[in-house]
């Protein structure tokens, strides 16, 4: 095909998009062309952080069928009243849409043919009731070089809001001065950690946590950064959260050396040496990066919360001593949806002021956390412990 001819193909194609755009509906609003597609992965599933607020996490995916490049604008999330409950603009959108739904490819645009998955977080104060279901107002414009820029409109990924409660679960750690690094729900590491497993996406890690702790100073390692006897975490009894059944682990995989992800790690080791435990009712609790040789379980066993399951390491996929903890809707570790959880009592003691970053220092570089104390440490129920809350945990 020529240049040419490829070009007047594109013209074409550009002349009937904005013809239909433009156009006035004979019939009545049953058939909509529209230059995006769009479908939400997982029904969203509620959980109250401690933050007081109600939080929806869920992946939007949108498809450009057309032979135009489509730049998104705004998208707005409305429920079945017509309520806005989020409004997101161009830099917001660019922020979140993912090209192939892969960390790292954001943008606010997508080519001819892309699709993107938009990771998406509505936050409802605790007096708003939690809508049935939800759609998205998308406007946008059809880009193609030498032509004005067309606009629509479209409200698209109508998807039902799932009614089913948060897991309640007992802590897996016990004591005091514990992070919730990379927590609900504008971290990246885990919110947008889907992967393409078998033919098909899977977000297991939705809601995880990487458990961290301080001490005294409020350092989360302190001597040689090489010796993951350093981090304060590091050999901490990992507990049941829930009576259930342990239905996988493993217990061979040397520690690493802290600092860095390792290079080339099979994804069977991703997770190190873990536990998953079957909790009842369609739920399966990970606890991964155990310390070779600490897990005190074998599969078909029945464990009591409290029970200790084994140590926190830095086996696997880890830069840093940790206990890595989400549930799932299935057994394997990485092919399943991670579903939201609360744990049924944690005094809250101070909140990251420093952000992802600060926290990060903190880790590398053995600097303390900046921390914003919380008056009083109130003690919470049947909540999620937010991105960098600071918690205590009776057992």
């Known amino acids: 095909m020529t240049s040419r001819t490829s070009a007047l ?18 019939r009545a609003a049953d058939i909509e062309l529209t230059p995006v597609v769009a479908d939400v992965l997982w029904p969203p ?3 109250r952080g401690s933050d007081a607020q109600v939080h929806l996490v869920y992946e939007l995916r949108l ?7 489509v730049a998104v604008d705004t998208v707005e999330v409305v429920d079945e009243t017509g309520r806005t409950l989020l409004a997101m603009d161009r830099d917001a959108v660019g922020k979140r849409l993912s090209i192939g739904g892969r960390r790292g490819a954001e943008t606010a645009s997508l080519a001819v043919g892309q699709f993107g998955v938009l990771f998406m977080h509505v936050a409802l104060p605790p007096d708003r009731p939690v809508p049935k279901s939800l759609s998205h107002r998308l406007s946008a414009v059809l880009v193609q070089p030498g032509q004005p820029a067309r606009p629509f409109a479209a409200t698209v990924g109508e998807v039902g809001v799932s009614g089913q409660s948060a897991v309640v679960l007992g802590p897996p750690l016990a004591g005091d001065g514990y992070v919730a690094a990379d927590g609900c729900c504008d ?8 992967l393409p497993i078998d033919g098909r996406f899977t977000l297991a890690q939705r809601f995880a946590i990487d458990w961290e702790q301080l001490d005294g100073e409020n350092r989360v390692v302190r001597g040689d950064l090489k010796k993951v006897e350093s981090y304060v975490i590091f050999g901490r009894e990992v507990i049941a959260v829930a009576d259930g059944t342990v239905v996988a682990m493993r217990n061979d995989l040397p520690e690493q050396v802290p600092g860095a992800l390792p290079a080339g790690l099979p994804i069977d080791q991703a997770d190190g040496n873990f536990v998953v435990l079957d909790i009842g009712q369609g739920a399966f609790a990970l606890f991964a990066h155990l310390q070779p040789g600490s897990v005190t379980v074998q599969a078909g066993a029945k464990v009591k919360r409290g029970d200790v399951l084994g140590k926190v390491g830095n086996t696997g996929n880890s830069q840093a001593p940790h206990l890595h903890f989400h549930v799932m809707d299935g057994p394997s570790p990485l092919v399943a949806n991670g579903i939201p959880y609360v744990i049924d009592r944690f005094r809250l003691t101070a909140t990251g002021a420093g952000g992802t970053a600060d926290f990060d220092k903190a880790e590398a570089t053995g600097s303390a956390m900046t921390l914003k104390p919380v008056p009083d440490k109130p003690q919470f129920e049947r909540l999620l412990p937010m991105d960098l809350s600071v918690v205590d945990f009776s057992r």
């Open 9 to 26: 193909l594109a013209s074409i194609a550009f002349a009937c998009l904005t013809g239909i755009l433009a156009a006035t509906p004979s």
């Open 45 to 47: 599933r509620p959980v």
């Open 63 to 69: 498809s450009n069928p057309t032979p135009l490049a």
């Open 187 to 194: 971290s990246i590491r885990h919110v947008r950690a889907l």
